[in-house]
Structures are given as structure tokens and as C-alpha cells.
């Protein structure tokens, strides 16, 4: 069993895991609210270190990424869990998912480090940690990078964010790329994806300040909750205060997990919003569409 991630001072005689706001405090052998960290001997540990639930060689476009690397590939990596409860998540099989719910098989970091070697043959650049939520399996992703960065490959996070600066500063000297996610532009729609604001936008403030990780940022535009004019044109002033460069994207909602009978977020807002925050940054990306 790997290290756990910093903790918080005890509560209640439970250990409190340190790796985001949430700062879970799980009875013994209880898993916390993202469901892949567990009390074990008076500590939160990865429960899913190594377990891996997807594996695929990617365009770099996917993740998406537009302005890094272009036409490459990345070997693409998940395990389960996630520390948002977004009604609107488009992993769930996966997110929501905990170590009982979905297939899984063990693979070591330097397995998986290998895996992308063989496979810069084909174009591939170096892993993305993805699919799932990362982050609540830091320490896998961080021994991993490592063995990855060893072998003169690169490393990209695809992340919601959430995370508190310690776990973090361990794993952005290891970032080549991210894409991180900014769901809404306020604590109240972070309420609805069970998430804490001020935590993402420390995140994203973290990476665009690195120098060596080049960042973009994705909004997934729902119909209703984030679609509006004001909120789009917060968002795009902020990351244009971090960096006026900063490629922001888009996306386009479906019908999917609880928001099933939500209709699709029509192409021509995405157009108008886009136009919104193209008055602050100038590289502005539609996705889904």
C-alpha cells in the first residue's frame, strides 16, 4: 500500500485525509465521499492506487487539448472515483463509481510508464491521468509521472481541479500539460457539483503560473446553469487576468447521468457565449459541437 497524501490534524480520533477541501474524516475501513481513499490503520490511504478501470492511446485533442502538441497521441489513464458529485457528469460509469461497481486490474506505475514507451513509436508523447478524477488518487499519479518523466515522456493532467495545495505542489513539476476543469463561476453552482470554488481557482491559478505545464481550461455549457452571458464573461476576464493566452473551451452539453431530461445546450449559445469571452482572451475553442 502506497504512502498516504498529508493529513489534517485528527477528528474525533480519526485520521483526516488532506488531499482536497473536503478533508474526509472515514471510520476505520471506510471509504471518504470520492469513494477511492479508505481509513486503514489510523491513516486515509489510495485505495485505488494502481487499479486502472481504462487504458487507450488517444489524440491529444481529446483531452481535450488543442495548443499542445498537435496531432500526438497520449496513452490514456483511469481508476474510479471522484471528489465532485456532478448531476451533470459525463463519466459516471467510472466517476461515481467505487472499487465494488466497476471492473478494475492492477498495474504498477512503471508498467504503465512502459506501456507509453512502447508506444512512442506510434506517435505517443507520454501519458494523461483522466477519465476518472485523478487527483483522488495522487500518489499514483505522482509515482507514475516520475517513472514517465524518466523515460523522456510527457505527462498530462485532465482534472476537475479540486485538490488542496500540498498533495498539488508534488505532482506540477511533473506537468507538461493540463486541462482543467471550470464547471461554473461561483461557490453556488460549485454547491450543485459538490465541489468548493475558491479550491479550483487556486488550482488553475497554480498551473498557469508554472512554467514548464502549459494549461487550458474546459467549461461544459448547460442549458439553465451555466449558459448565461455573465457568467461566461467572469470566467473568461479571470483566466485572462492569469493569462490572456490561455485556450478556453466550450463544450457542449448532452443529456446524460442526472440530467438526463436536460435538453442539449444549443450550438448558436455556445457561439454567442464564445463571442462573450473572446472580449478578454483570445483563443477561444467549441467543443461537442
Not at 102 to 115: I, K, Q, S, Y
Amino acid at each position: 500500500m502506497p504512502a498516504a497524501a498529508p493529513e489534517d490534524a485528527p477528528r474525533g480520533g480519526r485520521a483526516v485525509c488532506g488531499v482536497c477541501p473536503h478533508a474526509c474524516a472515514p471510520a476505520e475501513g471506510r471509504r471518504g465521499l470520492c469513494r477511492a481513499r479508505v481509513a486503514r490503520g489510523g491513516q486515509v490511504v489510495c485505495e485505488s492506487y494502481g487499479r486502472v478501470t481504462s487504458l487507450a492511446l488517444d489524440p491529444v485533442e481529446k483531452k481535450p487539448l488543442a495548443r499542445w502538441r498537435p496531432g500526438s497521441l497520449v496513452l490514456s489513464v483511469g481508476s474510479y472515483g471522484c471528489n465532485l458529485r456532478c448531476p451533470f457528469c459525463q463519466n459516471a460509469s467510472i466517476a461515481c463509481a467505487g472499487p465494488d461497481d466497476v471492473p478494475w486490474r492492477e498495474m504498477a506505475p512503471v508498467e504503465l510508464a512502459d506501456l507509453a514507451l512502447e508506444a512512442r513509436g506510434r506517435g505517443c508523447v507520454g501519458v494523461a491521468y483522466t477519465h476518472n478524477e485523478p487527483l483522488v488518487g495522487i500518489e499514483f499519479v505522482i509515482d507514475a509521472a516520475r517513472l514517465v518523466r524518466e523515460r523522456g515522456m510527457a505527462n498530462v493532467l485532465v482534472s476537475n481541479g479540486m485538490v488542496n495545495p500540498g498533495p498539488l505542489a508534488g505532482l506540477v513539476p511533473l506537468l507538461d500539460a493540463a486541462n482543467i476543469d471550470l464547471k461554473g463561476f461561483s461557490q453556488a453552482f460549485y454547491e450543485v457539483a459538490g465541489g468548493d470554488f475558491e479550491a479550483v481557482r487556486r488550482t488553475i491559478a497554480t498551473l498557469a503560473a508554472a512554467p514548464a505545464c502549459h494549461l487550458e481550461v474546459t467549461t461544459l455549457v448547460i442549458p439553465g446553469l451555466n449558459d448565461d452571458g455573465a457568467t461566461i464573461d467572469a470566467a473568461a476576464a479571470w483566466l485572462a487576468s492569469l493569462d490572456p493566452a490561455i485556450p478556453y473551451h466550450l463544450t457542449r452539453f448532452f443529456p446524460c447521468h442526472r440530467m438526463a431530461d436536460r435538453p442539449p445546450t444549443p450550438v448558436a449559445d455556445l457561439h454567442r457565449l464564445a463571442a462573450v469571452a473572446r472580449r478578454h482572451l483570445g483563443d477561444v475553442l467549441l467543443g461537442n459541437c
